[in-house]
């Protein structure tokens, strides 16, 4: 909804949302989930999340509350926590094990516009790049390549700046401010200051980013072009570290297209994580030789542990509100691969069904098959897994 107040005119915008989810997932014989949890766990969780926008001017506010609840047989990630943020906007309302309530603010931020520039400061979040599964031109909480809801992406307490060329060009600037996990104190080397340039050459979109991002310098090159009727686009992201300096790369192919009456839109895309490990053994005794891999794995900007990856999806417009979309993830170092189905329903102009089907494939020791925890006989391994979630809008 909107208002006006005064002399002036002030808007305001509330809404938001409730969600209702559940994940069901099943564990092999010999996966060291199955001896902690049982043959299949079970997480049902609940996502209220309020919306408000007020503009004045120049000026503009965002706030938005989130409450979460959730019960899990069995816990696979920890709960979403601060520790690492500038400002402490969440709080821990009961954790048991099995049940656990918070409630945050997930975006809590002021800004000004002028003609040509845009100043936000506060929690916001920020996606850059042109990957569409991996996204290392990304430095600020990318998307894991396996999530399903990707409708708010975390934010970070920053200060961000953006400024509008005359001939349709911009800059733009950000300070992503962070504490140290042992002493809490922000210091810089925890942070990360980076700038990109996205520009226009004849029909060919192009970014240069310049960053520095825990301490490490990176550069990266990017752009996106239309081929025939397909669109091709692209990220080579170089990292200077204190042992090494690596690359990654990214570049997809996306095309729409009409088959059996349906509107259907197809994306494949090839990355190189030159942080991957080399041999594709992925126990803790490996991974502890490659400290740049495992610290970023653990700070989630990296989703992968090998080298060389392919992805493809196909979504289907089944009607109008039905979509359908089987989607494979593939290490093919391993060689390893998730498959997954994914279905979205409109059920009103205010409701949405959303769901998925992923089925992991690869043999012991893979990526996706079950990496070895370094325990005898045992594995992280996953079987399948169901995903399905209510969406209200208002």
Excluded at 53 to 76: K, P, V
Excluded at 287 to 312: K, W
Aim: glycine fraction near 10%; charged fraction near 20%.
């Amino acid at each position: 909804m909107a208002c006006a107040a005064g002399a002036q005119d002030s808007d305001f915008e509330f809404g938001g949302h409730t969600k209702f989810r559940l994940a069901g997932q099943s564990f092999p014989d010999d996966s060291l989930y199955r001896d902690l949890a049982g043959r299949e766990s079970l997480e049902i969780a609940g996502d209220l999340r309020l919306n408000l926008e007020w503009a004045r001017g120049a000026w503009s506010f965002d706030a938005n509350y989130q409450l979460l609840g959730l019960h899990s047989d069995y816990r696979f990630t920890s709960l979403t926590n601060d520790d690492r943020r500038l400002f402490n906007l969440t709080d821990v309302i009961d954790d048991d094990g099995d049940n656990a309530f918070l409630h945050r603010l997930d975006r809590f931020w002021v800004g000004h516009t002028s003609e040509k520039t845009v100043l936000r400061f506060g929690r916001q979040a920020l996606s850059w790049g042109n990957g569409m599964f991996y996204a290392p031109m990304d430095l600020v909480n990318p998307f894991d390549p396996t999530a399903v809801d990707t409708e708010y992406k975390a934010g970070d307490d920053m200060l961000y700046v953006q400024y509008l060329r005359d001939n349709g060009d911009d800059v733009q600037g950000a300070i992503v401010f962070r504490r140290d996990l042992v002493g809490g104190d922000v210091e810089s080397d925890q942070a990360t200051v980076t700038l990109k340039y996205h520009g226009f050459a004849g029909e060919t979109e192009y970014d240069l980013l310049v960053a520095q991002s825990y301490g490490d310098p990176v550069v990266g090159i990017g752009g996106s072009k239309s081929v025939g009727g397909a669109v091709w686009r692209g990220d080579i992201v170089v990292t200077d570290t204190d042992s090494d300096t690596y690359i990654q790369l990214v570049t997809n192919l996306t095309y729409s297209w009409i088959a059996l009456d349906k509107n259907m839109s197809g994306a494949i895309e090839y990355y190189f994580n030159g942080f991957g490990q080399h041999d594709g053994r992925y126990d803790p005794a490996s991974l502890a030789t490659n400290p740049e891999l495992t610290s970023r794995f653990l700070r989630n900007e990296l989703y992968a542990l090998g080298r060389h990856y392919v992805a493809g999806s196909v979504l289907i417009e089944m009607s109008p509100l039905w979509t359908v979309t089987p989607t494979v993830l593939g290490n093919v170092s391993d060689p390893s691969a998730l498959f997954q189905l994914v279905t979205s329903y409109s059920l009103s102009d205010n409701m949405t069904l959303l769901g998925s089907l992923n089925v992991p494939m690869g043999g012991n020791g893979t990526e996706f098959g079950g990496v070895d925890p370094g325990v005898q006989d045992r594995y992280l391994s996953l079987g399948a897994g169901i995903f399905a979630q209510f969406a209200w809008y208002f």
